[in-house]
């Protein structure tokens, strides 16, 4: 179980074979890597099954490989266009999950040794443009990060546009996420030079789509993660989800279109200043806080609107029983 979808295990992987796995995407929630937070957002699971189906089967029409098999729909596999109703359920191929060890740092020896067939422990984020909220504007000011580092000559404006985009690495199996230079993710990756350039053209291919989809309803793509694993014969294959709301972070006139919504509402609670205190003590963080506090009704409502008309809007079918668009955003863009 994750904390915002869970895997049920058909077929277990080995080093040997892929595995099949199948998605249950929940209406759960997580911000500030907390975990499941305190509410659930109605429909989330459904919306976001939806729109990641309809993004894997446009990018498997560009012969981008991936490790979607189809949505589940009362026990049978299919296509999202022989969906009859919303269903939460997507079947995948499954990869083995290494675990690096840890012992006052973490240790990738066990997954460079066994990697093929295995996901690879990184996020890649592409970045468009620099929204206010992006953790690039606290790695600057703490000094992680510099503006040439990012193709800039000074310290970029909220809202900067990034051009052409960038892409940042982080790790995916730690306890808390931390950035990579090129090199680190390298190092702990067992990726080669051009194995890398792949997964940024992949990535890059898979922005442009993203991108495009959203532009057609008024957002934008401001940024958003991407994962890999490899086969058995050490292919390439995107893997987890893309092009949700949860994965991506969008725009419309400036007003967040995403959980970065609900990140907005948790950064003026004392929660959160105990999260950010926290953080900077160690691996056991989360033990020195609170629980955080519930969401306010008509918020976590507007919430749910969110993710049902982007999914309606972006696949051209209306799934859910949700507003415009551009409705919900008005009454989003009201109670922050």
Same mark, same amino acid.
């Given at each position: 179980?994750?904390?915002?979808?869970?895997?049920?295990?058909?077929?277990?992987?080995?080093?040997?074979?892929?595995?099949?796995?199948? =998605?249950? =995407?929940?209406?759960?929630?997580? &911000?500030?890597?907390?975990?499941?937070?305190?509410?659930?957002?109605?429909?989330?699971?459904?919306?976001?099954?939806?729109?990641?189906?309809?993004?894997?089967?446009?990018? @498997?029409?560009?012969?981008?490989?991936?490790?979607?098999?189809?949505?589940?729909?009362?026990?049978?596999?299919?296509?999202?266009?022989?969906?009859?109703?919303?269903?939460?359920?997507?079947?995948?191929?499954?990869?083995? &999950?290494?675990?690096?060890?840890?012992?006052?740092?973490?240790?990738?020896?066990?997954?460079?040794?066994?990697?093929?067939?295995?996901?690879?422990?990184? @996020?890649?984020?592409?970045? !468009?443009?620099?929204? @206010?909220?992006?953790? &690039? =504007?606290?790695?600057?000011?703490?000094?992680?990060?510099?503006?040439?580092?990012?193709? $800039?000559?000074?310290?970029?404006?909220?809202?900067?546009?990034?051009?052409?985009?960038?892409?940042?690495?982080?790790?995916? $199996?730690?306890? %808390?996420?931390?950035?990579?230079?090129? !090199?680190?993710?390298?190092?702990?990756?067992?990726?080669?030079?051009?194995?890398?350039?792949?997964?940024?053209?992949?990535?890059?291919?898979?922005?442009?789509?993203?991108?495009?989809?959203?532009?057609?309803?008024?957002?934008?793509?401001?940024?958003?993660?991407?994962? =890999?694993?490899?086969?058995?014969?050490?292919?390439?294959?995107?893997?987890?989800?893309?092009?949700?709301?949860?994965?991506?972070?969008?725009?419309?006139?400036?007003?967040?279109?995403?959980?970065?919504?609900?990140?907005?509402?948790?950064?003026? %609670?004392?929660?959160?200043?105990?999260?950010?205190?926290?953080?900077?003590?160690?691996?056991?963080?989360?033990?020195?806080?609170?629980?955080?506090?519930?969401?306010?009704?008509?918020?976590? &409502?507007?919430?749910?609107?969110?993710?049902?008309?982007?999914? !309606? @809007?972006?696949?051209?079918?209306?799934?859910?029983?949700?507003?415009?668009?551009?409705?919900?955003?008005?009454?989003?863009?009201?109670?922050?």
């Amino acid at each position: 179980m994750g904390s915002v979808k869970d895997l049920k295990v058909v077929k277990k992987p080995s080093k040997n074979g892929l595995g099949t796995g199948r =998605f249950i =995407f929940s209406d759960r929630y997580s &911000v500030f890597d907390w975990g499941e937070m305190p509410d659930h957002i109605a429909h989330k699971g459904e919306a976001i099954a939806l729109l990641g189906a309809y993004f894997f089967e446009e990018l @498997e029409r560009k012969n981008v490989s991936t490790h979607y098999i189809g949505l589940v729909e009362e026990g049978e596999v299919k296509s999202i266009q022989d969906i009859k109703k919303p269903v939460n359920a997507m079947e995948i191929k499954l990869l083995q &999950v290494i675990e690096p060890t840890s012992n006052g740092g973490y240790d990738y020896s066990r997954y460079l040794k066994e990697k093929e067939g295995a996901l690879i422990p990184l @996020e890649i984020i592409y970045r !468009n443009s620099l929204p @206010e909220g992006s953790s &690039v =504007f606290k790695r600057l000011r703490k000094g992680e990060l510099k503006p040439e580092d990012i193709g $800039l000559d000074k310290f970029p404006a909220p809202g900067q546009t990034l051009d052409p985009p960038i892409l940042d690495f982080s790790t995916k $199996l730690e306890i %808390t996420d931390r950035y990579l230079s090129k !090199n680190e993710a390298r190092k702990i990756s067992g990726l080669s030079d051009e194995e890398l350039e792949e997964i940024r053209d992949i990535t890059m291919d898979v922005n442009r789509l993203i991108s495009r989809e959203f532009s057609r309803v008024g957002l934008t793509n401001e940024d958003g993660k991407v994962e =890999f694993g490899q086969d058995t014969d050490g292919k390439l294959i995107l893997v987890d989800v893309v092009g949700t709301l949860d994965e991506c972070r969008f725009t419309y006139q400036g007003l967040p279109v995403s959980k970065e919504i609900a990140r907005i509402y948790y950064r003026n %609670t004392e929660w959160y200043g105990a999260v950010e205190k926290a953080q900077r003590h160690g691996v056991e963080w989360k033990e020195m806080c609170p629980a955080p506090p519930p969401l306010p009704q008509g918020l976590k &409502v507007a919430i749910s609107e969110l993710y049902r008309a982007c999914t !309606n @809007e972006i696949t051209g079918k209306n799934w859910f029983d949700a507003p415009p668009l551009k409705d919900v955003l008005k009454e989003v863009k009201g109670k922050l």
